[in-house]
T-cell receptor
Framework: DGGITQSPKYLFRKEGQNVTLSCEQN?????MYWYRQDPGQGLRLIYY???????QKGDIAEGYSVSREKKESFPLTVTSAQKNPTAFYLC????????????????FGAGTRLSVL | AQSVTQLDSHVSVSEGTPVLLRCNYS??????LFWYVQHPNKGLQLLLK??????LVKGINGFEAEFKKSETSFHLTKPSAHMSDAAEYFC?????????????FGKGTKLSVKP
């Protein structure tokens, strides 16, 4: 089955700890995204990547880092600098062509819920 | 600048009655508009999209939305609600001019369906 797999489903972070959220897609999409979702606030873009070894900051990149070493993988690290990491994190992917035409249909994973111990 | 406003944070309907979820947008360019649905603790699923073809767009599960440029609206409707429609719905705008991942999400409308 084609799709986007996020793991783990639930994650707990201790004070001062970095944690990494996994996102893998087998849709052969060029572009991948990370969003943060807080209650009543919709989704906010953290980072996105249009091509391997390149990524761009979104609206709320502070305290987060990403890498894109493979087309199918886009892991997100929540660093100790992120003082309020408790949220639901969603990964998405899309074809690059649809972005440039403005259609930008993004497909989402099932999410990772991060909490602080 | 683009923005999207979902006019109701919570809508409650009875099963079998019509659903109306309201969305207004602001965009400097010809926008693409989307509705996504999210069931509890799940990812988002695309319901329907408008990309400058027909102004009345039909989506999955009996939902449809009408693009009204004069009113800058893209309201989501369904003639008859089902219990399985209970979820959170997001209106999303994408600037056609954009060459990167610029989707702007509304804050969501939670739909409750009473038996």
């Amino acid at each position: 089955d084609g799709g986007i797999t996020q793991s783990p489903k639930y994650l707990f972070r201790k004070e001062g700890q970095n944690v990494t959220l996994s996102c893998e897609q087998n849709l052969n999409h060029d572009a991948m995204y990370w969003y943060r979702q807080d209650p009543g606030q919709g989704l906010r873009l953290i980072y996105y990547s249009q091509i391997v070894n390149d990524f761009q900051k979104g609206d709320i990149a502070e305290g987060y880092s990403v890498s894109r070493e493979k087309k199918e993988s886009f892991p997100l690290t929540v660093t100790s600098a992120q003082k309020n990491p408790t949220a639901f994190y969603l990964c998405a992917s899309s074809r690059l062509g649809t972005q440039r035409s403005g259609e930008n249909i993004q497909y989402f994973g099932a999410g990772t819920r991060l909490s602080v111990l | 600048a683009q923005s999207v406003t979902q006019l109701d944070s919570h809508v409650s309907v009875s099963e079998g009655t019509p659903v109306l979820l309201r969305c207004n947008y602001s965009s400097s360019y010809s926008p693409s508009l989307f509705w996504y649905v999210q069931h509890p603790n799940k990812g988002l699923q695309l319901l329907l999209k408008y990309t400058s073809a027909a102004t009345l767009v039909k989506g999955i599960n009996g939902f449809e939305a009408e693009f009204k440029k004069s009113e800058t609206s893209f309201h989501l409707t369904k003639p008859s609600a089902h219990m399985s429609d209970a979820a959170e719905y997001f209106c999303v705008v994408s600037d056609r001019r954009g060459s990167q991942g610029n989707l702007i999400f509304g804050k969501g409308t939670k739909l409750s369906v009473k038996p």
